[in-house]
């Protein structure tokens, strides 16, 4: 009897030159290793887009987004700065409203008849002078806010403090800034003596201003009387504009606080969200890593099974 083939057969056939079965079998274990490789380079690096090949669109995405983290990193030192400006203002301030405040309780205790003038000028004075070194220390990164030239030509009352960093969907990128004006809280201002403690004030018949008041010559007379009652009103209106303006830099620090605040969230947000695009997984890469290495164990084992074919076929033409 003879043997024969029927149509729908599969007859597998045994070559010397073409191992197809070996042939399939590396091929699988080339992509193992390749997913492997991409496996272990995710866990390495804890990326699962590092570059733009691995997907252009969320490295894009990412890129943008992190650098825009870098320039809110900026925002938040300017921030920091504003902050500490307006901190050192606002002590000089506080410093300067007890100083005029001790002023103003001397030339009350000067209106008592038979007092030594000469000698309460003694302690105004000390005042006085504590009041100008206040001022001309209140000095940060440059910069004083409350003993000023407004003639000066780098001279600017709107001081600007960087507070935001946006971009919108054109890529237009948006710089806002938290703006102070120091033109009502200065107490010394070389250009005209225009300052809180330098300006003349004017009560009555008298003009003069809190840091040139003197009243050693002054005596017990009414019109001197009436002269120190005025230099008390002036002294207390020069009270009521620090008050004011330490009131005003008090809700510019709370505005600062704030926004402070707002681009730690932002910055926060962002981190998220770059996490979210390029972060990988590493719990789901673990449980793929450990996969992939039985694969590749499976498909070194399938390889060297296909590759004995060869030795099949010597064992044919062996008697």
Do not use: H
């Not at 890129?63 to 050192?88: E, F, H, P, Q």
């Not at 201003?209 to 007379?221: G, K, P, R, W, Y």
């Amino acid at each position: 009897m003879s043997l024969c083939c029927f149509p729908g057969d599969i007859v597998s056939m045994l070559s010397l030159l073409t191992n197809a079965a070996a042939m399939t079998a590396l091929q699988n274990l080339s992509q193992t290793n390749r997913n492997l490789e991409v496996t272990q380079n995710r866990i390495s690096t804890g990326l699962r887009v590092g570059s733009a090949s691995d997907n252009a669109a969320y490295w894009s995405i990412a890129t943008t987004m992190d650098s825009d983290k870098g320039a809110l990193a900026t925002v938040k030192d300017a921030l920091n700065l504003g902050s500490a400006n307006i901190d050192v203002a606002t002590a000089g301030l506080n410093a300067a409203l007890e100083l005029s405040n001790e002023i103003k309780n001397k030339l009350v205790a000067a209106t008592q008849p038979g007092i030594d003038r000469t000698k309460v000028q003694d302690e105004i004075t000390a005042l006085q002078d504590q009041l100008r070194s206040v001022a001309d220390s209140a000095v940060f990164s440059g910069q004083n806010w409350l003993s000023v030239d407004s003639s000066a030509a780098s001279y600017n009352a709107i001081r600007a403090v960087v507070a935001s960093y946006s971009r919108d969907n054109t890529g237009a990128i948006t710089i806002n800034t938290i703006d102070i004006d120091i033109s009502t809280k200065s107490l010394y201002d070389v250009n005209g003596n225009l300052g809180i403690i330098d300006q003349d004030r004017t009560v009555g018949g008298s003009t003069i201003s809190v840091a040139a008041i003197d009243i050693s010559a002054l005596t017990d007379s009414a019109a001197d009387i009436t002269t120190i009652n005025e230099y008390v009103e002036i002294a207390d209106a020069a009270l009521t504009d620090i008050v004011s303006a330490s009131s005003s830099l008090g809700a510019s620090k709370a505005r600062v606080k704030t926004q402070q605040q707002f681009v730690k969230d932002l910055t926060d947000s962002i981190t998220r969200g770059i996490g979210a695009l390029v972060d990988a997984d590493m719990t789901e890469e673990s449980t793929r890593l450990q996969a992939l290495q039985v694969q590749q164990q499976l498909g070194v084992q399938s390889l060297s099974i296909a590759n004995q074919n060869s030795q099949t076929i010597l064992s044919l033409f062996r008697g």
